[in-house]
C-alpha cells in the first residue's frame, strides 16, 4: 500500500493496481475504517485506490498518513458480510440490441450469455461515469469481450451492458459503448429519494432473467 499527497487537502491510498475482489476488500475495508477519522471530509473509493479529502485546517497529510498506516487492515481480516441486491433483467431481444452479435462474436448461445450473467454475484467495485452507474465484476472468463468500437449516442436508462470484465447498468439515458444485452426495469438513480442510489460501493449484485410482459409490470409499479 502506498500513500501519497494529492493537492492542499487530499491524499491518494493506492493498492496492488488489479482489479480482484482481494483487493476491493481491502479498499472496502480501509473505506468504511477511514469514515471513523473526524477530520476526513469524504472519500473516493475505486477499483485498488482511495481519495480522501480532508479539513487541512484540522490535520495534515502526514499525520493523516500515520493514522491511516496504523489501521494496519490485512487482507485476511478484510471479509466481511455484504448486502445482497438481486436485479431483475429482460434479455429478450427487444431490450437486448447487442446480445445477438455479441454471442456470434463469443461463439455461444444467446442462452448461454444469459445463464452465464445469472450464474453468479457480482462485488459493486465503484461508482461513477454516471450519478448511480455501478462497476460490477468480474466477468465469467467467457463473457469477456471489448467495448463496441462506435459508441452509441443514446442508450436507454436501465440497460445492462458488458465490456472488459465487467457488467454495468445505466442508471439514466446517455452516450455508450458497452454491448447491451437487457435492460431492468428498476430505477437505478432516483433523485427524488432520500437515498438516490440503489447500489454502492461494497455492495453484492445478483442478475435474475424476466419476461418482457414482467418488465412492463414491474416498471408500471414503479412509476
Known sequence: MEIIAYGDNALLINFEQKIDSETHQLVKSYHNAIINIEEVVYQIP???SITVVFDN???????LKDKIKELGIKP??????SKIIEIPVCYETDYAPDIESLAQD?????EDIIS???SQTYDVYMMGFLPGFPYLGKLPKELECKRKSTPRKFVKSGSVGLAGIQTGIYPSEAPGGWQLIGQTPLKIF???????FLLKMGDLVKFY???ATEFKKIQDEAK
Do not use: D, W
Open 46 to 48: 475505486a477499483y485498488c
Open 57 to 63: 485546517e484540522s490535520i495534515n497529510f502526514e499525520i
Open 76 to 81: 485476511e481480516q478484510t471479509q466481511s458480510k
Open 106 to 110: 463469443l461463439k455461444l448461445s444467446q
Open 116 to 118: 452465464l450473467h445469472t
Open 190 to 196: 432516483n433523485s427524488r429519494k432520500e437515498e438516490p
Open 209 to 211: 432473467t424476466i419476461s
